[in-house]
């Protein structure tokens, strides 16, 4: 029975701790294009094809073939960031003027917590743990809505415990765990389903899984490599042309394996930041492979897409933000003394 006590004590408590890093780190990370602050980050977001075209051109210039990935500035946040395939990346103006650079992630805050938040710095193992973390976050907030039931009598409202004693804990817990449940499922169930896809049939109803990666999946496309001096400008007229109301939101060069360009962009009724509207190019010759309009999925699809905008607030504006950060908060709270409690506030057992 010891060792039972001291493997559920353990267990708790690292859940516990699991569960208040990810609510804490996703507070910040609501509002990371408010607190990045760099040269031009507050500039407007320019969507005016021919000046993506010259811009992309003059980046692309320089920066390909080593580039992975450019990511164009959105409506908050005013600068370009260039994604290299060592690790590096850099910062730049919408006209392609340098502002910042880094030799790792570790060179930028928003950068390395947000692969904490994601995947602990652990790549798709740390995701897994994540994930499992929030499923048990979401054991937690059902069990206690049922616990707190039976004792919903004794309800008050504090931020804090009175006393740092385990009973006084354990009531706040109750507590103002009921009071953000709602934000707490909200927060753990889009979690959940964007670490592990195949929750999304629970969610969605059966074959939900199946539809979606079939309608996400890229097209195939032969191994080729990238041509010497690629039409990057045209690329993007070719894809405006396709798509004249949607806007562009990065560009992927093709990986190990893979002869496609990748242009994603956001149509304007998708919620997703970067849009799952795509166009493909065949990486020698620049023509167009395929294309792929968001507007035309499936209902399923659609709200298996805004399940990370919901998630990372990126939809609703500040008051939004503010929501989801209630509820990182209250994770990070609960979990927090959720530690307490099974680490350092542990009754003591009687002697026999």
Not at 51 to 65: C, F, G, N, S
Not at 124 to 149: D, H, K, M, N
Request: hydrophobic share 50%.
């Amino acid at each position: 029975m010891k060792l039972l006590d001291t493997l559920h004590r353990w267990t708790g408590g690292l859940i516990g701790l699991l569960l208040a890093v990810v609510g804490l780190t996703g507070a910040i990370l609501v509002h990371r294009d408010a607190w990045v602050v760099l040269p031009h980050a507050s500039d407007a977001q320019v969507q005016d094809t021919q000046a993506l075209a010259v811009a992309t051109a003059r980046i692309m210039e320089t920066a390909a073939p080593q580039l992975q990935s450019l990511t164009f500035a959105n409506a908050g946040f005013g600068l370009d960031r260039l994604a290299y395939r060592d690790g590096s990346g850099a910062y730049v103006t919408q006209a392609g003027d340098p502002v910042e650079s880094w030799d790792s992630q570790w060179g930028r805050p928003e950068l390395w917590l947000s692969d904490f938040h994601q995947h602990l710095l652990a790549g798709e193992e740390g995701e897994t743990v994540v994930g499992i973390a929030g499923l048990c976050g979401l054991f937690f907030v059902v069990s206690g809505i049922v616990l707190w039931w039976r004792t919903r009598r004794t309800f008050e409202f504090r931020l804090w415990p009175a006393r740092l004693t385990r009973p006084s804990i354990v009531r706040h817990h109750r507590d103002l765990g009921i009071l953000v449940a709602p934000l707490l499922m909200l927060s753990l169930v889009t979690g959940s389903v964007l670490v592990f896809r195949p929750l999304a049939s629970v969610v969605m109803g059966p074959g939900a899984r199946a539809e979606i990666e079939n309608a996400l999946k890229p097209p195939a496309a032969k191994a080729a490599h990238l041509a010497g001096d690629p039409d990057w400008a045209a690329m993007i007229r070719a894809a405006r042309a396709r798509f004249p109301d949607a806007e562009v939101r990065s560009l992927s060069l093709p990986r190990a394996g893979n002869g496609l360009i990748t242009l994603r962009m956001r149509g304007p009724d998708e919620w997703l930041p970067n849009g799952r509207t795509a166009v493909w190019f065949a990486a020698d010759t620049g023509r167009i492979v395929a294309t792929r309009d968001a507007a035309g999925f499936p209902a399923r699809v659609s709200a298996y897409n805004a399940l990370y905008p919901v998630h990372a607030a990126r939809v609703g504006g500040l008051s939004f933000r503010l929501v989801m950060t209630t509820s990182g908060l209250g994770l990070g709270l609960l979990g927090t003394l959720a530690v307490w409690t099974f680490w350092f506030k542990r009754p003591r057992a009687k002697g026999g």
